[in-house]
């Protein structure tokens, strides 16, 4: 069975600071791969996917990641986080001939002002 | 923009009873899931469901878990008769080209 590992459960960062947050996933085979964000209050909102092509893709407000098949890896980076990036960040994974999506734990991220 | 919309918000229910989550999803769409989160655990998956009946299912979803879409509009997740571990932020979610969009979530408490 396919499992999605999300390294950081609880990250703080001074706004400006960089962030990578880690996700590594356990199936061998064709995947996609997707990191989705909830603001407090909120529902899951999709930041970015990768399906096929650039390993390193971007989403939205400035977030961006790479797949490195290699490392069975997704990481998320964002060069300057701000206070509204404060929120919980989950990476997750399809296998290509399924649709349900199997979520890492998550990653609390708090932005400090 | 279209979004998945999910009723009640919160519901709050004695064990053993039954409870019926409802979802609309985006209307184009057709695949259609149920997650749920247990407070301080991972999301998960329980079902998914295309052109009326159930694709894919969990162990989580048994015999007391039933989904529905009664209509050309609403999904739904009946739990028959609910108990104290099934509290949890249950999630609809729709699909487009692979790509799942959530609901708010219908947070469950059984007491």
């Known amino acids: 069975a396919q499992s999605v590992s999300q390294h950081n459960h609880h990250v703080i960062l001074s706004e400006a600071a960089s962030l990578e947050l880690g996700c590594n996933y356990s199936y061998g085979g064709t995947v996609n791969l997707f990191w989705y964000v909830q603001y407090p209050g909120q529902h899951l909102q999709l930041l970015l996917k990768?399906?096929?092509?650039?390993?390193l893709v971007k989403g939205i407000k400035g977030f961006e990641a790479e797949f490195i098949k290699s490392k069975f890896s997704f990481n998320l980076r964002k060069p300057s986080v701000q206070w509204s990036d404060t929120a919980e960040y989950f990476c997750?994974?399809?296998?290509?001939?399924?649709?349900?999506?199997?979520f890492g734990a998550g990653t609390i991220l708090r932005v400090k002002s | 923009e279209p979004e998945v919309t999910q009723t009640p918000s919160h519901q709050v229910t004695q064990m053993g009873q039954e409870v019926i989550l409802r979802c609309v999803p985006i209307s184009n769409h057709l695949y259609f899931y149920w997650y749920r989160q247990i407070l301080g655990q991972k999301v998960e998956f329980l079902v998914s469901?295309?052109?009326?009946?159930?694709?894919?299912k969990s162990e989580i979803f048994d015999d007391q878990f039933s989904v529905e879409r009664p209509d050309g509009s609403n999904f739904t997740l009946k739990i028959r008769s609910t108990k104290l571990e099934d509290s949890a932020m249950y999630f609809c979610?729709?699909?487009?080209?692979?790509?799942?969009?959530f609901g708010p979530g219908t947070r469950l408490t059984v007491l």
């Open positions: 997750a994974v399809t296998d290509r001939g399924g649709n349900k999506l199997v």
């Open positions: 990768y399906f096929s092509g650039d390993p």
């Open positions: 469901f295309y052109n009326n009946e159930i694709s894919e």
């Open positions: 979610a729709s699909s487009w080209r692979n790509e799942q969009f």
